[in-house]
C-alpha cells in the first residue's frame, strides 16, 4: 500500500483531539497507511532524524509531510550538557534570524536532495521562515481547549489541502480523487 509519513510537533501529532480528527488519520483509507511521528515541543531536527529511520531509498510508494513548527525548537544543550525545554531556547539562547535560516536551509536542502523533493510536502504554522520554502500552510482556524493547538476543523482543512497537493503531486495516490473528489 501507499505510505504517507508525517513529522512535526504536537500539531501533528493532534494534541488535545481525538485521533481520528487529525489531520493525520484523515489522510489515511484502505490504500494509504499514514504513520504521525509528531511529538511535543521537537522541531525539524527530531523530524529529519526520524525521517531518515523510515526512509527506504528503493521506495516508490513513500511520501513525507513535514510541518515545520517555531524554529528555535531544536535540540540545544547548556554548558552542562543538559537538554534545554523548548520553551526556554527563546529565553536562554542568543539566537537570530540568519543562524535559523541557515540551520533550516541545511536541512531542507539534505532533505531535498537526498530523499527526493518531489517525494517531501513541506508545511509549517509559523512564519518565522520564507514562505517560498513551503508547499502548504497549517492554519488554526479553530483551536482545542488550551488555545495553543489547532482544533478538528483546521485538522480537516489542512487534510484537505494536503489531499490536493498529493493528488497534483502523485499520480499513485489516486484514491483520494475517487473518494474526496479532490
Known sequence: SNQIY??????TYGWDIPQTQTFTHLLGDEN???HNYGAGGTGLDFAVKTLSEV???ESRRQIFIITVPHYFRRTWFDDDGVVLRAWQVKELVNINEYNNYFNFLHNYELLNTFVGSNKIIWGTWDKDL???HFDIFFER???TEDGLHPG???????????KKIINKRFKKFESYKSETGY
Open 6 to 11: 508525517t513529522f512535526g510537533c504536537s500539531w
Open 32 to 34: 494509504v497507511a499514514v
Open 130 to 132: 520564507p514562505d517560498e
Open 152 to 162: 478538528p476543523k483546521a485538522h480537516k482543512q489542512y487534510a484537505e489541502k494536503l
Open 55 to 57: 526512509y527506504i531509498p
Open 141 to 143: 482556524i479553530d483551536h
